[in-house]
């Protein structure tokens, strides 16, 4: 009889560990899912919290793009050129060289006769239309018949110089600033600017014009 419990109480015992340990087992997959949601929904609201954050930036040109903010700057000092332009010399002829220097640096464009783009008569004939109210011709071989003939040794600010660049006669024309030095348009892949008249402007040298602004403009 005893040894009849002792075998009973012992397989009563076997079915309860294998109960308990499949018990275990199958509540093992459920905590692991949980635990798994609960990383899952963390990470997401991580993402979504970054998300916000970022959608609430604002750009910044002077941080996030400096250069850009340069050129914007620049552009806009181009655009108001011409309004800041202003001449003090009682010769008007001086007035258009004046007037004429606040080009230097616009990039050379042949056929252009805006701040956009100049060639060398473009330049002459912008500024004097602009800024003296004189319509001169538009190529520099017919400008050298307008005004009167001026010697080297004689030459003023605001007379124009003529040169040998193409060829011909008078192919190209600047405006001489004084010092033996003069402004113009040069060519193609370059921009205003003022040179010596010297070396190579000297050995294609045609002569001067001195044009009368002030009668022109009254005519």
Request: glycine content about 8%.
């Amino acid at each position: 009889m005893k040894t009849t419990l002792s075998f009973f109480t012992k397989g009563l015992g076997a079915v309860w560990q294998r109960l308990f340990l499949g018990a275990a087992l199958a509540s093992t997959p459920v905590l692991f899912s949980a635990a798994q949601a609960q990383n899952l929904d963390l990470i997401g609201s991580l993402i979504n919290k970054s998300s916000a954050n970022l959608s609430q930036s604002s750009w910044s040109a002077d941080i996030s793009d400096p250069i850009g903010s340069l050129i914007a700057d620049a552009k806009l000092d181009r655009s108001k050129r011409d309004a800041s332009i202003s001449t003090t010399s009682k010769s008007s002829a001086s007035a258009l060289a004046q007037a004429a220097l606040n080009y230097v640096g616009v990039r050379y464009r042949f056929g252009g006769a805006t701040p956009q783009g100049f060639d060398c008569s473009g330049l002459i004939y912008y500024t004097a239309s602009k800024y003296m109210g004189v319509q001169l011709p538009r190529v520099s071989s017919s400008m050298a018949n307008v005004g009167q003939s001026v010697s080297r040794d004689e030459l003023q600010p605001g007379d124009l110089v003529f040169f040998n660049t193409r060829g011909f006669r008078n192919s190209h024309v600047g405006i001489y600033l004084g010092n033996n030095e003069f402004l113009h348009a040069p060519r193609t892949g370059s921009s205003v600017r003022v040179e010596k008249l010297s070396n190579y402007w000297s050995q294609r040298y045609n002569g001067a014009r001195r044009i009368p602004m002030n009668q022109i403009a009254k005519n």
